[in-house]
């Protein structure tokens, strides 16, 4: 089955620690994204890739890093300079082939600082 | 820039009745559409999407979406709502990136609840 796989599922950090989320893609989809998502504030958009070794930062790209060497795989790093990196982690991909704008959506990860 | 209002941060409906969520957004020219829902702890699910053409959109699980120009809207309906459509609902619409590519714009979603 294609889909979008996150791991992992829950992560737990002590501060002053940095954190790799994983996502991977078997869609061959060109374009990823990493948003974030914290109660009553919707997504908001952390770093984007449209192809591979090509990232820019999204809206809220401060204390965070990825890196986009294979198309499949786009990692994302919260540093230690993340202030307040606790919420749920959501990474998306979409074909930048035609007109379509649709992403899909990985499963999440939940990152608690503690 | 582009944004999106989902007045309505948690709605209570019964089991059997119908549902309407609300979504305006702001946008210059024709907006490309999106409506996801998402279970707790879960990712984010298409429910439907409107890019052009017929302005009311079938998606799936019986949810429909209207567009409505005039009104900035694209509010989503089911006539009859069951238990499992018990979650939370995000309006989104895409945004164009200056460095090209897109990126989707979301409202800060409606928690649905649903009675038996």
């Known amino acids: 089955d294609g889909g979008i796989t996150q791991s992992p599922k829950y992560l737990f950090r002590k501060e002053g620690q940095n954190v790799t989320l994983s996502c991977e893609q078997n869609?061959?989809?060109?374009?990823m994204y990493w948003y974030r998502q914290d109660p009553g504030q919707g997504l908001r958009l952390i770093y984007y890739?449209?192809?591979?070794?090509?990232?820019q930062k999204g809206d809220i790209a401060e204390g965070y890093s990825v890196s986009r060497e294979k198309k499949e795989s786009f990692p994302l790093t919260v540093t230690s300079a993340q202030k307040n990196p606790t919420a749920f982690y959501l990474c998306?991909?979409?074909?930048?082939?035609?007109?379509?704008?649709?992403?899909?959506f990985g499963p999440g990860t939940r990152l608690t600082v503690l | 820039a582009q944004s999106v209002t989902q007045p309505d941060i948690h709605i209570t409906v019964s089991e059997g009745a119908s549902l309407e969520l609300r979504c305006n957004y702001s946008?210059?020219?024709?907006?490309?559409l999106f409506w996801y829902v998402q279970s707790p702890g879960q990712g984010l699910q298409l429910l439907l999407k409107?890019?052009?053409?017929?302005?009311l959109v079938q998606g799936i699980k019986g949810f429909e979406a209207e567009f409505k120009r005039s009104q900035s809207s694209f509010n989503l309906r089911k006539p009859s709502v069951h238990w499992s459509d018990a979650a939370e609902y995000f309006c989104?619409?895409?945004?164009?990136?200056?460095?090209?590519?897109?990126?989707?714009?979301f409202g800060t979603g409606t928690q649905l609840k649903v009675e038996l």
């Open positions: 946008y210059g020219a024709t907006p490309y």
């Open positions: 989104a619409v895409v945004q164009e990136l200056t460095g090209g590519g897109n990126k989707l714009t």
């Open positions: 998306a991909s979409r074909p930048t082939s035609g007109r379509s704008h649709t992403q899909y």
């Open positions: 890739s449209q192809i591979v070794n090509d990232f």
């Open positions: 869609l061959n989809h060109d374009a």
């Open positions: 409107y890019f052009s053409g017929d302005t």
